[in-house]
């Protein structure tokens, strides 16, 4: 299994990777991103102090995940949520249908969360004969084209305005040639009335707020608020990882998450939420639900090498930096979270020796790590996994002994010095065809160094 997968893994980016228009528009995209994030910096005096403060917050969160999830469940059971928790997808799917049964749901209106994509609740959803509507515009956009979000933060960031404008035309039976506008005003349209339509509406969570009992959920076009404040039944659901210590977090979070995420000082919607309408309240939900999910995050919670990947607050910027990324884009990786931070975690989500090969997937050039906002060592992460998967047994047995030979050879300088650099070649990218596959021919020096130093050690004397 693990063979097909990377396989299939390799097939796709060697495709994308030589498609110039794909890369064309993913450059496009992310030069614009590259030109606003600086303007959003500014708002911070001292931007490492800031990122240094958000890590350590963090590392309190997860050293302290126990204590903090049962603190938000306390505070938010108060108010009258109801909390789920979810060791597996398949028992998040489970209760989320049981809703859906109870409430004789038939349409869901649903905001963006990366963790449904996690747990394909779409597809669980269809085959409970239950609509279920992407309300952002570019998981509407996706959802249109049957195709998974390509970015964390940008679900289209493939498709040009004129790509989008076609398939609306396709699917929606509008003009073709629309421009952006238009196409915005014929998709809010579309999707006003499902809000008032929708039994359900399901959103994820930015940030799991302990002391508070409150989920914080933001965005930029209103539709997270409409997904939740209109339906009578508001489902949250949220990876364990997300939490926060205090309200006041949010503070350094929100304007954090913003500047790298889009370029932003602030989105433009934050909404707290501590519960469904309270007696006092007009307007809300009658019925909120948080769903926990651990599906696998106790892995890396275990792992005290990994479990800094538990820190990410799914900003993206880590993709826009990678340059493997943005040669092979977001699909080509098979899963959820692509990326350097995907080929952290995913991994350890789901089975190491099956996606192992993301983590090799790297120029290991620190870029991801530079441009964190949480500072999680993602290149070093990467090696991590490198290193547990040999540990573990999965590198086949031509590479265990081909590093073998390479090391006692390497330690040997008598051995190193019997060959001159044309043997030395032949044998080597001979032997190393999966690494001369994809590189040039490694060419070592046709005098050794020993040879070298008595030389110059023979000129200065």
Same mark, same amino acid.
Request: with cysteine.
């Given at each position: 299994?693990?063979?097909?997968?990377?396989?299939?893994?390799?097939?796709?980016?060697?495709?994308?990777?030589?498609?110039?228009?794909?890369?064309?528009?993913?450059?496009?995209?992310?030069?614009?991103?590259?030109?606003?994030?600086?303007?959003?910096?500014?708002?911070?005096?001292?931007?490492?102090?800031?990122?240094?403060?958000?890590?350590?917050?963090?590392?309190?969160?997860?050293?302290?995940?126990?204590?903090?999830?049962?603190?938000?469940?306390?505070?938010?059971?108060?108010?009258?949520?109801?909390?789920?928790?979810?060791?597996?997808?398949?028992?998040?799917?489970?209760?989320?249908?049981?809703?859906?049964?109870?409430?004789?749901?038939?349409?869901?209106?649903?905001?963006?969360?990366?963790?449904?994509?996690?747990?394909?609740?779409?597809?669980?959803?269809?085959?409970?004969?239950?609509?279920?509507?992407?309300?952002?515009?570019?998981?509407?956009?996706?959802?249109?084209?049957?195709?998974?979000?390509?970015?964390?933060?940008?679900?289209?960031?493939?498709?040009?305005?004129?790509?989008?404008?076609?398939?609306?035309?396709?699917?929606?039976?509008?003009?073709?040639?629309?421009?952006?506008?238009? @196409?915005? #005003?014929? +998709?809010?349209?579309?999707?006003?009335? !499902?809000? %008032?339509?929708?039994?359900?509406? &399901?959103? $994820?969570?930015?940030?799991?707020?302990?002391?508070?009992?409150?989920?914080?959920?933001?965005?930029?076009?209103?539709?997270?608020?409409?997904?939740?404040?209109?339906?009578?039944?508001?489902?949250?659901?949220?990876?364990?990882?997300?939490?926060?210590?205090?309200?006041?977090?949010?503070?350094?979070? @929100?304007? #954090?998450? +913003?500047?790298?995420?889009?370029?932003? !000082?602030? %989105?433009?919607?934050?909404?707290? &939420?501590? $519960?469904?309408?309270?007696?006092?309240?007009?307007?809300?939900?009658?019925?909120?639900?948080?769903?926990?999910?651990?599906?696998?995050?106790?892995?890396?919670?275990?792992?005290?090498?990994?479990?800094?990947?538990?820190?990410?607050?799914?900003?993206?910027?880590?993709?826009?930096?990678?340059?493997?990324?943005?040669?092979?884009?977001?699909?080509?990786?098979?899963?959820?979270?692509?990326?350097?931070?995907?080929?952290?975690?995913?991994?350890?989500?789901?089975?190491?020796?099956?996606?192992?090969?993301?983590?090799?997937?790297?120029?290991?050039?620190?870029?991801?790590?530079?441009?964190?906002?949480?500072?999680?060592?993602?290149?070093?992460?990467?090696?991590?996994?490198?290193?547990?998967?040999?540990?573990?047994?999965?590198?086949?047995?031509?590479?265990?002994?081909?590093?073998?030979?390479?090391?006692?050879?390497?330690?040997?300088?008598?051995?190193?010095?019997?060959?001159?650099?044309?043997?030395?070649?032949?044998?080597?990218?001979?032997?190393?065809?999966?690494?001369?596959?994809?590189?040039?021919?490694?060419?070592?020096?046709?005098?050794?160094?020993?040879?070298?130093?008595?030389?110059?050690?023979?000129?200065?004397?």
């Amino acid at each position: 299994m693990s063979g097909k997968t990377a396989s299939t893994f390799i097939a796709k980016s060697t495709i994308k990777a030589s498609n110039l228009d794909h890369r064309r528009k993913i450059n496009f995209n992310i030069g614009k991103y590259n030109a606003v994030v600086p303007q959003g910096k500014t708002q911070f005096n001292d931007l490492m102090a800031v990122r240094e403060h958000a890590k350590n917050t963090k590392w309190n969160a997860v050293e302290h995940l126990d204590v903090m999830l049962e603190t938000f469940e306390k505070n938010i059971s108060a108010r009258g949520a109801k909390v789920i928790w979810a060791e597996t997808a398949e028992d998040a799917l489970k209760e989320i249908g049981k809703i859906c049964k109870e409430k004789n749901c038939k349409t869901i209106v649903k905001s963006k969360s990366m963790v449904t994509e996690e747990i394909h609740l779409n597809k669980f959803l269809e085959k409970q004969g239950i609509e279920s509507i992407e309300t952002d515009l570019g998981e509407y956009i996706q959802q249109l084209d049957n195709e998974p979000p390509y970015h964390i933060v940008t679900p289209a960031m493939h498709k040009s305005k004129e790509d989008i404008a076609k398939l609306f035309a396709e699917k929606l039976n509008v003009p073709d040639g629309l421009s952006p506008q238009q @196409l915005t #005003l014929i +998709a809010r349209e579309k999707l006003r009335k !499902k809000y %008032t339509e929708a039994e359900i509406g &399901i959103t $994820g969570a930015n940030f799991i707020i302990a002391d508070t009992g409150s989920i914080s959920v933001t965005e930029n076009e209103g539709n997270g608020r409409l997904s939740s404040g209109f339906p009578k039944t508001h489902i949250v659901i949220t990876g364990i990882e997300k939490v926060l210590p205090s309200i006041n977090d949010l503070a350094l979070f @929100l304007p #954090l998450l +913003a500047t790298f995420g889009t370029g932003q !000082k602030l %989105t433009v919607y934050n909404t707290i &939420i501590s $519960g469904p309408r309270q007696k006092n309240e007009i307007d809300g939900p009658e019925e909120m639900y948080v769903i926990l999910l651990d599906n696998g995050r106790t892995n890396l919670l275990a792992n005290d090498k990994a479990r800094e990947a538990l820190y990410c607050i799914r900003c993206g910027a880590c993709l826009n930096a990678c340059p493997v990324y943005k040669n092979i884009g977001g699909h080509s990786y098979g899963t959820t979270y692509s990326g350097p931070i995907g080929s952290v975690i995913t991994p350890q989500l789901r089975n190491l020796k099956e996606w192992k090969h993301l983590s090799y997937a790297s120029s290991l050039c620190g870029n991801c790590t530079e441009v964190c906002p949480v500072r999680i060592n993602l290149h070093e992460l990467l090696l991590e996994n490198r290193h547990e998967s040999v540990v573990e047994g999965d590198s086949p047995v031509s590479e265990r002994v081909a590093w073998k030979m390479w090391k006692v050879a390497s330690l040997n300088r008598s051995m190193m010095n019997m060959a001159n650099g044309n043997l030395k070649n032949k044998v080597v990218n001979t032997m190393f065809k999966a690494w001369t596959k994809h590189r040039a021919d490694l060419d070592f020096s046709q005098k050794t160094f020993n040879q070298m130093w008595k030389e110059e050690r023979g000129k200065n004397s």
